[in-house]
């Protein structure tokens, strides 16, 4: 039996707030049901404990994945001072949660947090879909092995820690790089500390200019299959953070096929190899370029024609 194909000529985003619980994985098959199409991704994972914006991606607007992993997310949760977790949040504690322990004065806070800000090396959680050896860590931590995992570059661009009006714990603001884990962040700042922590709440409220407050519940998503195609937000509404670079008929044509173009409005001071939002006469999306010399556009991303 064949498997249905999506229509092409079907593309889009949808930005969704997601509850706790669900998987992201979980609302996105959500997503496609309720949109009647297979081909959906997101751009940027959330735990099952956490909630807030999950962009979601239709059609061959999927291409555009890896730009919006360019954007930082902003983050708001709450951390729990006194004790580590196998997984560095609450759903990996393995009893009844532990003693809250006094708070630090503030000084010694802002202290943590200034160390933790700007570019800095991260490992990530055991319980990670990070791969080592070719084998996903959080399936290798789940077999009793401890994996051990790289540390990477990431850059916190701003974090905040002020008490959260119960014993031993903190409120914490953060904007912060694609890639970073904020429990890995609760983790490293226990152990600035000397107290242990991990992240009992997060709630995603932003992925560059997108803010959660835009985000359809998932709750409000329609359960029957193709029903919430008229949610799905055209790409030209996707506020791409790139100038605009508008093609003739022909060039277009030239772009769609793979092969460098000159535009017929170039944006004025793009510096070379800087991402252009590449358009046709009528507006349309057709990808994204890369800028060259004298006004020429090298295609990086290309939506096939419907």
Not at 120 to 131: E, N, T, V
Not at 196 to 222: F, H, K, M, Q, S
Not at 286 to 301: C, D, F, K, V, Y
């Given at each position: 039996?064949?498997r249905?194909?999506?229509?092409?000529a079907?593309?889009?985003w949808l930005?969704v707030?997601?509850?706790p619980?669900p998987?992201?994985?979980?609302?996105?098959?959500?997503?496609?049901?309720?949109?009647?199409?297979r081909?959906?991704?997101?751009?940027?994972?959330l735990?099952?404990?956490?909630?807030?914006?999950?962009v979601?991606l239709a059609g061959?607007?999927t291409?555009?994945?890896p730009w919006?992993?360019l954007?930082?997310k902003?983050y708001?949760?709450t951390i729990?001072?006194?004790?580590e977790?196998?997984?560095d949040?609450?759903?990996?504690?393995?009893?009844?949660p532990?003693?809250?322990?006094?708070?630090p004065?503030?000084?010694?806070?802002?202290?943590?947090a200034?160390r933790?800000t700007?570019?800095i090396?991260?490992r990530p959680?055991?319980?990670?879909?990070?791969?080592l050896?070719?084998?996903r860590a959080h399936?290798?931590?789940?077999q009793?092995?401890?994996?051990?995992?790289?540390?990477?570059?990431v850059?916190?661009?701003?974090l905040?820690?002020?008490?959260?009006?119960?014993?031993?714990r903190?409120?914490?603001?953060a904007r912060?790089?694609?890639?970073?884990?904020?429990?890995?962040?609760?983790?490293?700042?226990g152990?600035?500390?000397?107290t242990?922590a991990?992240?009992?709440a997060?709630r995603?409220?932003?992925?560059?200019p997108?803010r959660v407050e835009?985000?359809?519940p998932l709750?409000?998503?329609?359960?029957?299959?193709?029903?919430g195609?008229?949610?799905?937000?055209?790409v030209e509404?996707l506020?791409?953070?790139?100038?605009d670079?508008?093609?003739a008929p022909e060039?277009?044509?030239?772009?769609l096929?793979?092969?460098?173009?000159?535009?017929?409005?170039?944006p004025?001071?793009?510096a070379?190899d800087?991402?252009?939002?590449?358009l046709?006469?009528?507006?349309?999306v057709?990808?994204i370029g890369?800028?060259?010399?004298?006004g020429?556009?090298?295609?990086r991303?290309?939506?096939?024609?419907?």
């Amino acid at each position: 039996m064949s498997r249905r194909r999506d229509d092409p000529a079907v593309r889009g985003w949808l930005a969704v707030d997601k509850p706790p619980g669900p998987t992201s994985h979980d609302v996105v098959a959500r997503v496609r049901r309720a949109l009647g199409l297979r081909r959906v991704g997101h751009a940027g994972t959330l735990d099952p404990l956490a909630s807030g914006l999950l962009v979601c991606l239709a059609g061959n607007a999927t291409r555009l994945v890896p730009w919006l992993h360019l954007w930082p997310k902003t983050y708001v949760g709450t951390i729990v001072l006194g004790a580590e977790s196998p997984t560095d949040d609450a759903e990996g504690l393995p009893g009844p949660p532990p003693e809250p322990v006094p708070l630090p004065p503030a000084p010694v806070l802002a202290a943590a947090a200034r160390r933790l800000t700007g570019e800095i090396l991260q490992r990530p959680p055991a319980y990670s879909a990070k791969k080592l050896g070719g084998e996903r860590a959080h399936r290798l931590a789940r077999q009793g092995f401890a994996p051990d995992l790289a540390p990477v570059p990431v850059t916190i661009h701003r974090l905040r820690l002020c008490p959260a009006g119960r014993p031993g714990r903190l409120h914490f603001a953060a904007r912060v790089s694609s890639g970073t884990y904020l429990r890995a962040l609760a983790r490293d700042l226990g152990r600035l500390l000397g107290t242990g922590a991990y992240l009992e709440a997060l709630r995603r409220t932003a992925i560059g200019p997108l803010r959660v407050e835009d985000g359809l519940p998932l709750e409000e998503l329609p359960e029957e299959r193709g029903k919430g195609r008229a949610l799905l937000r055209p790409v030209e509404e996707l506020p791409l953070p790139f100038p605009d670079a508008r093609l003739a008929p022909e060039a277009a044509r030239r772009f769609l096929a793979g092969n460098p173009v000159e535009a017929a409005s170039p944006p004025a001071g793009t510096a070379e190899d800087a991402p252009l939002r590449v358009l046709d006469p009528s507006g349309r999306v057709l990808g994204i370029g890369l800028a060259g010399e004298g006004g020429r556009i090298r295609p990086r991303t290309v939506f096939p024609p419907a």
